[in-house]
Structure formats: structure tokens, C-alpha cells
């Protein structure tokens, strides 16, 4: 292997093409492949032997000194002393003269963390004195000496790159019509997920506003995924398809982090981890650790760290484990305590007639079936159901300016006890045409699947409308999602009724005239 790759760097040679006129063949004397897979090892074997001497003002994580980090040909040189940075150049420049690396140093940024001397001292790298910055990224995390939150500009950053990858994802449907839910999802989780939780195991969302430019950015691309509208309510972007909240996303991935350095154990992260612990034992000073317990304590339904003892896998796998309940509780909570998802209510409280364990998280967060259906008219019908985004007047007059729950009454039966909500509308309202509809429907589902007739006939009116949501694809879903499109298409064809005093409404009859 080595002979081959000699061979291939001596005998290849460069030409320059440039407005149709090509140079003469030369050799390239330094430098590695861009983007050949040799190319990374070959530079890391090349740098292999750097190492600096040890300094009084060393960093030092749990008796191991880190003085330097690399990221192939990134170098961070690291001191918690003035002193002891420009000796580390010294050296630096010196092994690199020996080794006929150039070093740009032009690009090369100083920074301090931490209080700052009256006067800038100059760092000095070949003769050439180093920039002061107050922010700079390495390794993709940019960091900051000039706020409390070290990590306030990675998170403007990654928020800005994840809303510019949500539009170009979203700014297809220009091209292709609107995204199919699931092809949607996919894409958030391939391009928009992976800058909402970027350096998250580093980064802890420990401000309370901390991460709220990730969760718009969320909660924005999702409503858009599911043509809802921006004023819809948020449990639902969750419960329908199996997305976690950014939040809860973000803490998952710092906890898998823990235990990954508690189960393999890397010796810079692990070391950095013991010096944590200790630090927040012995001192009782603010560190990752710590925050990782108080961001956890921060979520809607708070998961706990012991930070007095050190971490252990099962300690790691038992807060992962509170954390999957700390969400189904969330999630389940905000639902079935909302005045706006009566359908989704049903539903949850049926699926999961408690407070949830973690078990229950799959029955409450999860995709949906009906995201999957072939027709955009099917997906949207049954989204805008379960959101209560449909057309109905229990959702339409319950904004600016409101109008009570009762007053909102059928536009079709104009009678004080039909008040015009899901259930009115797709299972009770006799109006000729909805009625009409309705019995086409129940034809149609009967011949298609003969036991359904016999089970909704015993069902309450709530329980048939739940159990025809939860069918399968293979099942009636189609067929009810086609009725229930259809059922909302007649509602908006007619204006609604509006009643704004109790005169007006007490000159409805109670009920139909026999």
C-alpha cells in the first residue's frame, strides 16, 4: 500500500486549463489529494509526532494534560495562561519549520475566555502578531468570550442554517407540487433535524430561551409539511408523526452522549467528564454536568440526574428511560387537558386511559397512517380533523371576535342543541345533503367490510369516530378519509351561521319541529 501510494503521488502530474488554453505538464512538490480517501490518514500519519512540552499553565482534565487539539489540519493550541500560549507557539512554529508545514497565519485567531488582562498582551506567530477575536468556530462549534452563553452565535448559526435548509427543502413544491407528509418527514429528518441538534451534546439548552429559534424553526417546517396553518395547536405536530420536540430531541442526544463516553470510554471526553464531576462535587461550581441536570429538571415533565455520583450506564439508560415518559406525559398531558382536539382526546385516552409509562410513548408519539395515503385530499381532510383546523363553526367562531361554545350552532339545523362540532357534523346532522352523504358512506363501508356495520351499531357515536380513524391503509381509512373531505367541502359551501347576542339565539327552537 505504502509503494503504491509513493508511486502515485511521484509520477502524477498537474495541467492548468484557462480560457481554452492549456499549460505544459508539471509536478506538484507538497500538499495531499483533496478529498482522497488515503489523504486524511497520510496527514495524521505526517503530523503524528507534534506534541508540546509541558507548561505550568497547561490545561489539565483529571490528571491528563491537554495542551492541543487537532482536527486533521486544524490545530488548537489551548493554555489557561498568556505566558504559556506563546510559549506553546514558539514551539508550534518550531516544529513546524522542521517539517516544511506552512502555517496561514493570517487565518490563525486568538481568543480568551475568562476575565480579561487591562491590556491585550501580543501573541506572536512568525514574527506576526495574532488577531484577537471574541468569537470563533472550531470543529463546527462557534464559541463566544463576550456573553454568559459561550455558545449563544452556535446557536444563531445552526438556527439560520436549519431555516435555509427547511425552505430549500419546502421551495420543491414549486417544482413537484406539494411534498407527500411522509417524503416530507424524511427530509426534515435527513436535512433539517441533524442543524437543530448540531454540537447538542456539547451545547446544553440551559437558557430558557436558548434553544426557541430551533424550536420555530421545528414547529415552522412541520406545519408546512402538514399544510396546517400557523396558528394551529403544537401537541399534534408530535403526536402525528413521531417527531420528538426539539427540546426533548436536543437532552436525548446529550444523554446518549453520556453514555457512549461511559461506555467506550475516549479519553479526552471521558477525562473531561471525571474533571467535571469532580469539579461540581468538590467545589460545587456550575459545569456541563450540573447543567445537564438542570436542563433536565427544566423539561415540561422533569427527568432527574443524580449529579452527586458519578454517572453509570444504567444510571445513563434509566434517565433515557424517565425521559421517553417525561415526553408521553408531556404530550399526553397538553392533549387531553386542550379545549381545541376533542377527536385526538378520544383517541388518546382511549389508547393510553392513564398518565403514561414509558411504554405508552409509541402509542401516543408516532406516524400516523393516514400520512400515507396516496390522495393529498385524504391526508388534508384528516389532518385538518384532528388539529380542529377544519371548517366547522366550533373551531371558525371560536376566534377574534369569540363567540360561546353554544352559540356556534349547526348552519344546516339552526336548532339550539346542534351545536356544530366534529361529531354533529359527520355522524348526527340530519341535513338532506350531509344525510344523503353520510348514508352513501355507510353503504359503501358496509359491502366493503360487512363486521364494521355490526360493531358501529353498538359503539357510542364518540367511539365509532374514533374507531374508524384508527384503521389501517389495507382497511376503510381511504373511505373515511374520501366521506369526512367531503362532509368539510359541503360545510364550506355554505356560510356559517353566526350568532353574536343571546336574543339571537334564544330565538332558535330547541329542537327540530316534528
Same mark, same amino acid.
Given at each position: ?78 493554555? *489557561?495562561?498568556?505566558?504559556? *500560549? ?392 381511504? *373511505? ?11 360545510? *364550506? ?22
Amino acid at each position: 500500500l505504502f509503494d503504491w501510494l509513493r508511486m502515485l503521488y511521484s509520477a502524477m502530474e498537474y495541467v492548468v486549463r484557462f480560457n481554452g488554453d492549456t499549460s505544459e505538464t508539471f509536478n506538484a512538490a507538497m500538499g495531499i489529494l483533496t478529498g482522497d480517501p488515503a489523504s486524511p490518514m497520510l496527514w495524521l500519519l505526517y503530523l503524528s509526532d507534534f506534541e508540546l512540552d509541558p507548561h505550568p499553565d497547561d490545561v489539565i482534565l483529571d490528571g491528563r494534560r491537554v495542551s492541543h487539539l487537532e482536527q486533521a489540519d486544524d490545530v488548537a493550541l489551548i493554555s *489557561m495562561s498568556l505566558h504559556g *500560549m506563546q510559549a506553546q507557539l514558539h514551539q508550534f512554529e518550531r516544529y513546524c519549520d522542521s517539517i516544511f508545514v506552512l502555517v496561514n497565519v493570517g487565518k490563525t485567531l486568538a481568543a480568551i475566555h475568562g476575565p480579561l488582562p487591562l491590556a491585550l498582551p501580543p501573541l506572536i506567530l512568525h514574527h506576526v502578531p495574532l488577531r484577537y477575536v471574541h468569537t470563533a468556530t472550531y470543529v463546527g462549534m462557534s464559541l463566544t468570550s463576550v456573553h454568559a452563553d459561550i455558545f449563544l452565535p452556535h446557536y444563531t448559526a445552526k438556527a439560520d442554517a436549519a431555516r435555509r435548509a427547511a425552505n430549500a427543502t419546502l421551495s420543491l413544491a414549486s417544482y413537484t407540487g406539494l411534498l407527500p407528509p411522509s417524503l416530507a418527514l424524511q427530509l426534515y429528518r435527513s436535512h433539517v433535524d441533524p442543524h437543530l441538534t448540531a454540537g447538542c451534546e456539547v451545547a446544553l439548552d440551559i437558557r430558557p430561551t436558548a434553544a426557541h429559534d430551533l424550536h420555530d424553526v421545528q414547529t415552522a417546517y412541520l406545519r408546512r409539511a402538514l399544510n396546517i396553518s400557523r396558528r394551529s395547536q403544537l401537541p399534534p405536530l408530535y403526536t402525528e408523526t413521531g417527531i420528538w420536540p426539539i427540546r426533548y430531541r436536543r437532552y436525548q442526544l446529550a444523554l446518549r452522549f453520556l453514555a457512549y463516553l461511559l461506555t467506550d470510554c475516549p479519553p479526552l471526553p471521558y477525562a473531561a467528564l471525571r474533571e467535571l464531576h469532580n469539579l461540581s462535587s468538590t467545589r460545587a461550581v456550575p459545569t456541563w454536568w450540573t447543567d445537564l441536570h438542570l436542563v433536565g429538571m427544566a423539561l415540561p415533565v422533569p427527568v432527574l440526574l443524580d449529579v452527586s455520583a458519578f454517572p453509570t450506564q444504567e444510571s445513563v439508560q434509566q434517565a433515557l428511560s424517565e425521559l421517553s415518559t417525561s415526553l408521553a406525559a408531556h404530550l399526553w398531558d397538553a392533549v387531553t387537558r386542550s379545549n381545541r382536539l376533542p377527536v385526538l382526546q378520544y383517541r388518546t385516552l382511549r389508547a393510553v386511559p392513564q398518565t403514561p409509562t414509558v411504554s405508552d410513548l409509541k402509542a401516543v408519539c408516532r406516524p400516523r397512517a393516514y400520512l400515507y395515503l396516496p390522495h393529498r385530499r385524504q391526508r388534508e381532510a384528516l389532518a385538518l380533523l384532528l388539529f380542529s383546523e377544519h371548517p366547522l363553526a366550533v373551531e371558525q367562531l371560536r376566534r377574534t371576535p369569540p363567540i360561546p361554545r353554544e352559540w356556534r350552532v349547526c348552519r344546516f339545523c339552526r336548532i339550539r342543541s346542534a351545536v356544530e362540532d366534529e361529531i354533529h357534523a359527520l355522524l348526527s346532522c340530519r341535513s338532506p345533503l350531509l344525510s344523503a352523504r353520510r348514508a352513501r358512506f355507510v353503504a359503501e363501508l358496509s359491502d366493503a367490510h360487512p363486521p364494521l356495520r355490526r360493531l358501529l351499531a353498538i359503539l357510542p357515536i364518540q367511539a365509532v369516530l374514533d374507531v374508524l380513524l384508527a384503521s389501517e391503509l389495507s382497511g376503510p381509512l381511504p *373511505m373515511v378519509a374520501d366521506y369526512v373531505a367531503d362532509i368539510f367541502e359541503i360545510y *364550506m359551501n355554505t356560510p356559517p351561521l353566526v350568532i353574536t347576542t343571546q336574543a339571537g339565539y334564544d330565538m332558535l327552537p330547541l329542537t327540530t319541529a316534528s
